[in-house]
């Protein structure tokens, strides 16, 4: 039987607390530089009151909050239904660990920014057939990373068949040659590079690359080089 579908890289974590959220986002702040972090309120007090502000003119109405300082839990607070210290499914949030990953492998040599896909993806394409659209194998790392990989972000190609192939399969496990095969059969609507359309297509190919390029598994290779070193433990890619 095929490894059924999970929506692995475009996809959610099925559960990670709340605390854990947050040493996330808070590293995530610290990533993209130190005018962010200035800008940032500095007190418990005025970090609780920037949420809840941001919770109302969001229409937000269930959410929980936890300030870290020094590795210590300094504020807990809440809205609606949502308490400190459960454990909430993130959703797309798993974008960022999904190109953390890909960061990872750069690193390591195993991958480059510039690197297109027809070399990213060699041996899952050679296993799969060529693409109907042959600019796809010219698409860089980077252009998938920043959504400018040519794909329709208001029809993404991938949520129809996978909505539809969850009706009969349980998501527990990747079948990242089952869904790439829907964007093989389908032409890019952009250029490559030339539009940004958020979408999951970009990052369902990105999880293919990490399981190609770390000769392991999406979920296993993220759980080791992300979540296990902030805490996660619990944590799963679901």
Known sequence: MEPVAREAAAGGVRALTVRRLVVLVATFLLAVGPAAAQRAPRTPDAIEQAWRGWMGKSDKRSGGLVVLHGGRVVREAAVGA????????YASLSKAITAVCI??????????????????????????????????????????????????????????PLAGYLRNNTARRTAFDTQLKWLLREKLTYPPGTHYA???????????????????????????????PLGARQAELD
């Open 198 to 228: 958020y979408s999951n297509a970009a990052y369902l190919v990105l999880g293919a690359i990490i399981e190609e390029a770390s000769g392991g598994d999406y979920e296993g290779y993220c759980r080791e080089v992300v979540l296990l």
């Open 82 to 89: 949502v308490r400190p210290g459960e454990s909430v499914p």
């Open 103 to 160: 960061a990872k492998l750069i690193e390591r040599g195993r991958l480059a920014f510039d690197m297109p896909l027809s070399q990213a993806l060699a041996r899952t394409l050679a296993r799969l057939g060529r693409p109907a659209d042959p600019r796809l194998l010219a698409l860089t790392v980077s252009e998938l990373l920043v959504h400018r990989a040519g794909f329709d972000g208001r029809h993404d190609e991938v949520n129809a």
